[in-house]
């Protein structure tokens, strides 16, 4: 049993959310510090954190420490966009170039919006080239993707839009409304409720912010294992699929340099300057506390606060990817949806690899382990967050606390 000395509280009844969450400390790859929330009906029923900030000096995981999560970003940048649909400013069948008339060159005239949302754009990467500099200040991103043309025929295929989903979406937010989307994230989402969350961090927050650790790499053989229990498909469809559209020469490899912005051999996200930059793709800095209250939000009231209604809750979580198949899958594969990118607007659906709580579960995870999800049925929002980066599709951390919180309900 770990020595970890756990903070917070658990309600009567949800003991077994606070058992994994000490377990995970001694699992593989285990915790250096980390944090879990559980609302249930609007109301905090576990809220923990443990651990360290930062190994190297020794600084404790607070309650008000917070923490990069990555791709848990793209949930705070759809529930954005829908709350604009909510409010019938923005049509999700109509064209982007309604909101974005720059956007139509080079054959992208006819993508409606929720091509963006659900991958199906053909526009996960961009052919550059790009610095970071350009990333960091948004314009020259949004000048390439107008240039840019589709990798297919949009909306026949689909694949993760690792970091242009973020511009792509944010852009048309932008249109909308004038402001930017880390902006109107503030303004409309995490003021309302008090969360400590941003898109863009205040410098004032810097010291709150807890440093990143990293796993071991693991093998393909380990990734391949832990594919083939979370997913079901056998061993040479996994490998098959994983070198195909995760290999060194995928447009996965090419996605998520955006262009050569982003140099995966420099450590950018420590800088001053991607931590302030609004990165709706995957820069928020938050405490699970905030994710867990923000998707609660989605499902039922929260002190006050509804961000979304029954019906659009109902729209947005439509799985969109069932249809169309993953770019760069082998044309005798068959990979389901369902066992693989099970994708609403914006959304990962509950599936195997993301096996939440219920079968209308939506949320989103984040390199390195990170979750946030929501389950209309048991009016749950959870969060989960770490600075103990691991690469693994279906991280069992994750995994684990939500089949706990399942348990508990």
């Known amino acids: 049993m770990s020595n970890t000395k756990l903070h917070g509280h658990v309600e009567d009844g949800w003991g077994k959310v606070a058992d994994v969450f000490t377990a995970n400390f001694d699992g593989n790859p285990g915790e250096v510090g980390a944090a879990c929330c559980v609302y249930v009906g609007g109301r905090p029923v576990v809220d923990l954190w443990g651990g360290l900030a930062d190994r190297d000096s020794n600084r404790p995981w607070n309650e008000d420490t917070i923490a990069l999560v990555a791709s848990t970003t793209k949930g705070a940048t759809a529930i954005c966009a829908h709350l604009l649909a909510q409010r019938g400013q923005l049509d999700l069948d109509a064209p982007v170039v309604k909101y974005w008339p720059e956007f139509g060159a080079a054959g992208k005239e006819n993508i409606p919006v929720r091509w963006l949302l659900s991958h199906q754009a053909g526009l996960p990467v961009v052919d550059g080239p ?22 297919w025929k949009p909306g026949t295929e689909h694949v993760y839009h690792s970091m242009t989903f973020g511009f792509l979406v944010g852009e048309v937010v932008r249109r909308i409304t004038g402001k930017s989307l880390g902006t109107f994230f503030a303004d409309e989402v995490a003021r309302p409720l008090g969360l400590s969350a941003w898109i863009g961090l205040p410098e004032a927050q810097e010291s709150r912010v807890a440093r990143t650790h990293y796993a071991a790499p693991f093998t393909m053989e380990e990734m391949t294992a832990g594919m083939i229990e979370t997913t079901g498909l056998d061993r040479d469809t996994v490998i098959a699929w994983m070198n195909a559209v995760w290999g060194p020469d995928s447009v996965q490899a090419r996605a998520g340099t955006l262009g050569g912005a982003f140099d995966h051999t420099s450590d950018y996200m420590s800088t001053r300057a991607f931590r302030a930059a609004e990165l709706p793709f995957g820069n928020m800095f938050t405490d699970a506390r905030s994710l867990a209250r923000m998707y609660a939000a989605t499902v039922s ?16 979580t439509v799985v969109q990817t069932d249809k169309t198949k993953m770019n760069g899958l082998p044309p005798a594969l068959d990979v389901p949806a369902n066992r693989s990118f099970y994708m609403s607007l914006g959304f990962w659906r509950a599936c195997p690899p993301m096996p939440w709580i219920g079968p209308r579960s939506f949320g989103h995870p984040g390199s390195g382990g990170s979750v946030a999800f929501a389950d209309p049925d048991a009016a749950v929002g959870f969060g989960y967050v770490t600075n103990l980066w691991s690469f693994r599709i279906g991280e069992p951390r994750a995994s684990n606390l939500a089949a706990a919180v399942k348990a508990c309900l």
């Not at 610095?131 to 991103?141: G, L």
Request: aromatic content about 6%; some cysteine; glycine content about 2%.
């Open 130 to 151: 790009l610095t970071f500099e350009d990333a960091c200040a948004w314009h020259p991103v949004i000048r390439a993707l107008e240039a840019q043309k589709p990798e």
């Open 301 to 316: 009231e929260v002190d006050g606060v509804r961000l979304l209604t029954p019906a659009t809750v109902e729209k947005m």
